[in-house]
């Protein structure tokens, strides 16, 4: 029988915006936690294997889906379809926590297509 990883237990993965730990990583869906430090973004992307599900733990945040931009703050969530472009960043002063359920039939980073980024990661 497996038993739950503590969230201490995780390994997080730093970034420049912030940070993630992978909660869950099965052949059918990835789940991560995601924190983003007030003022900061993740870059503009899609995904072609993939669609998101994003739910606000705590915090504020603005997402960019295509044209359109959503503001969520604790307890809201939006769903990223395939092939969207999206971004979310943290209009708040504390730090945004959101969990992430990616559904698909691929999982891997390298399926991050980049159209802006604040660090020098495009392309």
Known sequence: MKTAAKSHDLKVSERPWGSYQVLADEPDHKVKRITVKPGERLSLQ??????????VVSGSGRVTLDAEQIDLNAGEAVDIPYQT?????NIGAETLVFVEVQTGDYFGEDDIERFEDDYGRSG
Do not use: G, S, Y
């Not at 899609?46 to 739910?55: D, K, N, T, V």
């Open 46 to 55: 899609r995904h072609q294997c993939r669609a998101e599900h994003w739910f």
């Open 85 to 89: 472009k999206h971004r979310i960043e």
